[in-house]
Nanobody, 125 residues
Framework: EVQLVESGGGLVQPGGSLRLSCAASGYTSSTDCMGWVRQAPGKEREGVAYITSDGRKRYIDSEKGRFTISRDNAKNTLYLQINSLKPEDTAMYYC???????????????????WGQGTQVTVSS
């Protein structure tokens, strides 16, 4: 079992920045990728970024350049830096962990088995 606890969300003005954190504990060696998924009100969950245990990173195309995912293996902590925040970034942000896979088209993916409770990000003036 893996436990994930997010922090760092809050109310931010447009154009501001936030760094979300996710502390992982438990049987973390059972997972080899971690990521962030967000869900805005009335919308489906949307994966925004993930990182594999060997450091490969993937981002949703629409957010490349504003989002940076990183991890501190010594602290078992995952981060998501979000810059130039927009009102449409308002959502609950979830940390997730799981296993890598390669799709039929050869793309790298991360299938999530464990989820945190989420941290709310609200972008408003």
């Amino acid at each position: 079992e893996v436990q994930l606890v997010e922090s760092g969300g809050g109310l931010v003005q447009p154009g501001g920045s936030l760094r979300l954190s996710c502390a992982a504990s438990g049987y973390t060696s059972s997972t080899d990728c971690m990521g962030w998924v967000r869900q805005a009100p009335g919308k489906e969950r949307e994966g925004v970024a993930y990182i594999t245990s060997d450091g490969r990173k993937r981002y949703i195309d629409s957010e490349k350049g504003r989002f940076t995912i990183s991890r501190d293996n010594a602290k078992n902590t995952l981060y998501l830096q979000i810059n130039s925040l927009k009102p449409e970034d308002t959502a609950m942000y979830y940390c997730a962990a799981g296993s890598q896979y390669i799709s039929r088209s050869g793309d790298l993916g991360c299938a999530y088995n464990y989820w945190g409770q989420g941290t709310q990000v609200t972008v408003s003036s």
